[in-house]
């Protein structure tokens, strides 16, 4: 839908997710790498800023959830967050673009920038409301506030 192309192929892949991720902060822009609009392979940098700051969880064990200043909050249940039974089961996601980089304001009001290796997958859930960076130390789900994704892409 958002690449307005038919999918491609299907990429199976191992990924190991947690019980629980961890607020970091609110998102505040994303930038990410994708196709999307052109012909296959013409890949574009994009940015999208988040006017309704949707919170970003991270594994407990990540840096980011190891400097938060919001340790009483709640975490969020992953296999409930993306609709399965166990972490261990299978999952499809649609995926989005090649994330490039993350920004956010922790509990701080601080600025956090994580950058990735361009081929770190940024997918979305079915329902198209949470956003999930396939990260080396584990997922990053970003949800909350006004975030959808429709064919023209994130809003809000």
Same mark, same amino acid.
């Given at each position: 839908m958002w690449h307005q192309k038919e999918p491609r192929e299907m990429v199976e892949t191992t990924y190991d997710f947690p019980e629980e991720v961890v607020p970091v902060g609110k998102a505040q822009r994303i930038l990410y790498s994708s196709d999307?609009? $052109? $012909? @296959?392979? @013409? /890949? &574009? %940098? &994009? /940015? *999208? @800023? /988040? @006017?309704? *700051? =949707? %919170?970003? &969880?991270? =594994?407990p064990a990540s840096s980011w959830a190891k400097k938060r200043e919001n340790r009483g909050a709640r975490p969020l249940d992953v296999a409930r967050t993306l609709k399965m039974e166990h972490v261990d089961d299978e999952l499809q996601l649609p995926l989005l673009a090649k994330t490039l980089e993350l920004i956010i304001v922790d509990g701080e009001g601080k600025k956090q920038s994580r950058k990735f290796r361009g081929q770190t997958p940024l997918c979305c859930t079915s329902d198209l409301k949470t956003l999930v960076v396939l990260a080396s130390d584990g997922p990053i789900i970003i949800r909350g506030g006004q975030l959808v994704v429709t064919e023209r892409g994130i809003v809000k």
């Amino acid at each position: 839908m958002w690449h307005q192309k038919e999918p491609r192929e299907m990429v199976e892949t191992t990924y190991d997710f947690p019980e629980e991720v961890v607020p970091v902060g609110k998102a505040q822009r994303i930038l990410y790498s994708s196709d999307k609009w $052109e $012909e @296959d392979g @013409d /890949f &574009y %940098t &994009y /940015f *999208h @800023d /988040f @006017d309704s *700051h =949707p %919170t970003v &969880y991270a =594994p407990p064990a990540s840096s980011w959830a190891k400097k938060r200043e919001n340790r009483g909050a709640r975490p969020l249940d992953v296999a409930r967050t993306l609709k399965m039974e166990h972490v261990d089961d299978e999952l499809q996601l649609p995926l989005l673009a090649k994330t490039l980089e993350l920004i956010i304001v922790d509990g701080e009001g601080k600025k956090q920038s994580r950058k990735f290796r361009g081929q770190t997958p940024l997918c979305c859930t079915s329902d198209l409301k949470t956003l999930v960076v396939l990260a080396s130390d584990g997922p990053i789900i970003i949800r909350g506030g006004q975030l959808v994704v429709t064919e023209r892409g994130i809003v809000k």
